[in-house]
């Protein structure tokens, strides 16, 4: 449990150093994921124990295809921001949650109780009841963004199944493929390297890197259909709990309903942990 909400805080850390970095207007956010996946792939590479010749290929093409998943996740994320707001677009994000679990379901045939189940259900209810569906233009790129965040939060899962022991490697391609990825899109749009921006995505690796280990580190021990449910709301909650703290944000009554249901699907789907 221990490494599960090592991974929710930084996961929340996250998103508020990003909040914290575009309040600059002179940054450049494409170098700032690129920062981000460079100390991330030398943290990683760092923490590889195995040796060369026990890699195999599930790792370096499990890792390269979650690696490209995660960037083209980010660049669907801001084009649905630009097409139908944030408010719609983080809560398609969220409920994408629905597919890890229905491949733990089906394919690694974990077990779900009925109260884990109700909970999940209000979990999921409170990320719709949030969403704002008067901005919804574009079912097109919704859809391929749920796919892609759910997809990229499944590979982990896939990877603890029939992966090896061998997290460092698996995360080591991960990271260094979005790196590479990161890296040519940087070059395609002809940008000149901004150092600011390089410096911002150094710091942002830390957590980043630690958010997927810890990750990995949990689903060792804990159901996926326990894990995904909770670590979507929990990142909420928190993230709820800083924007009210620490930048004094005020929020609807719809908002307040749907933070209300998420504290009771957490404590459902706690009930048999």
Known sequence: MIYLLISIICSVLIGNLLYIFKKDSDIKILQIFLGNYFLATIFSASMNNTPIQQIGFFEIGCGMLTGFLFLVNFLCYQKNININGLSLSVGTMRTSLIIPIFFALVLFHENISLPNIIGVGIIISAFIIVTETKKFHSFLWLGLLFLLTGIGES????????????????????????????????????????????????????PNMLTSKFLLNALEDIPATVVFPFSASAVVILTILADIFIWKKQFSRKRKISFALIIVGIFLININL
């Open 155 to 206: 590979s982990l899962k896939f990877y603890e199944v029939y992966g090896l022991d061998a997290k460092g490697s698996y995360l080591f391609f991960l990271f260094g493929s979005a790196f590479i990825f990161n890296l040519i899109w940087i070059i395609v749009q002809k940008q000149k390297l901004h150092w600011k921006s390089l410096g911002y995505g150094l710091i942002l690796g830390i």
